[in-house]
């Protein structure tokens, strides 16, 4: 309390009579060292700090806590994570709002029946078009999500949406994946991905489509799951001047933090790429 007035610019010894103490304890308070655990807990805020202007601002104390202990071996828990991220003022941003799950609504031509979780990479892709406005207009973007590793594995940007859209995010997963037969990719039915050209690459890979049910996002919540962060982590953040400009953005987001940084909390916290390291090294550390 003296030192908040203090620094307002009001007299020690004024602010000390006031509130009852005396100036040479005042001072002998002040000038004593900081014992260890004030110590630790000065070193642990600079930490957290460091990690959370890494993470572009975007991680709450939960994922700060996976950074710390399992990036950088540090042993604290959540619970001090959480106390020193509110004192000093921290935050993540907010996630989505949680909403009640549908019951008993038809699945007529889906192969996934919302089952999301795959064992092994490239079983299960989800796939959908999100839309985000600049200066200039409208941009477009497709992605591929694996469902093993939450890891997007082919994705395509354009000022307009059709057929060519979806089909290059789906030449881009199946050149840099080269799944084996059998795999499923799902989608919504939009016009985009029941057209001729997209289910037609499907089949020519070896894949088989999968459309959920019309007008029930749930049927694809993995994919709108995703598109959610990408929305508060990046989209929403500022007014985009320029298409270049966002779709450089939405690349690098992609590419650099949401593929190989973000840690993924259905993953152990672990970045969709680290995932799949794991699978193929399982003595990989954390």
């Known amino acids: 309390m003296i030192d ?49 202007t890494a993470s572009r601002g975007t991680y709450g104390s939960r994922r ?19 106390v020193l991220m509110s004192l000093a003022g921290i935050a993540g941003l907010p996630g989505p709002a949680k909403v009640k799950k549908l019951k008993g609504v038809a699945t007529a031509d889906d192969l996934v029946h919302r089952k999301f979780h795959r064992l092994a990479p490239n079983e299960l892709w989800v796939t959908d078009i999100t839309e985000h406005p600049t200066r200039e207009g409208k941009i477009y973007c497709c992605a591929v999500l694996d469902a093993f590793s939450r890891r997007i594995v082919g994705w395509s940007i354009d000022n307009h949406q059709d057929s060519s859209l979806v089909v290059n995010a789906l030449d881009m997963a199946i050149k840099n994946r080269r799944p084996a037969p059998g795999g499923i990719v799902h989608a919504d039915h939009g016009v985009q991905f029941t057209s001729w050209a997209f289910t037609r690459r499907i089949r020519e890979a070896g894949l088989m489509p999968s459309f959920g049910t019309i007008g029930d996002g749930y049927d694809n919540a993995m994919m709108e799951s ?29 590419e650099i933090f949401y593929n190989r940084q973000r840690r993924h909390s259905q993953l152990n916290y672990e970045s969709p790429v680290t995932h799949e390291l794991r699978y193929e090294s399982p003595s990989i550390p954390a």
Not at 21 to 40: D, I
Not at 64 to 82: F, I, K, P, Y
Not at 229 to 254: C, G, P, V
């Open 4 to 52: 908040e007035l203090v620094d307002a610019g009001h007299p020690v010894k004024v602010c000390c009579r006031l509130l009852g103490v005396s100036s040479p304890g005042y001072y002998q308070y002040k000038n004593r060292p900081l014992s260890p655990t004030a110590m630790r807990r000065q070193w642990l805020t600079g930490l957290i700090r460091e990690v959370h």
């Open 64 to 82: 700060v806590h996976a950074e710390l202990t399992r990036g950088m071996d540090v042993v604290v828990s959540e619970n001090l994570v959480a």
């Open 226 to 254: 995703f598109w959610s962060s990408m929305q508060i982590e990046l989209l929403n953040r500022k007014k985009w001047r320029t298409r270049i400009d966002l779709a450089n953005a939405i690349f690098e987001y992609i």
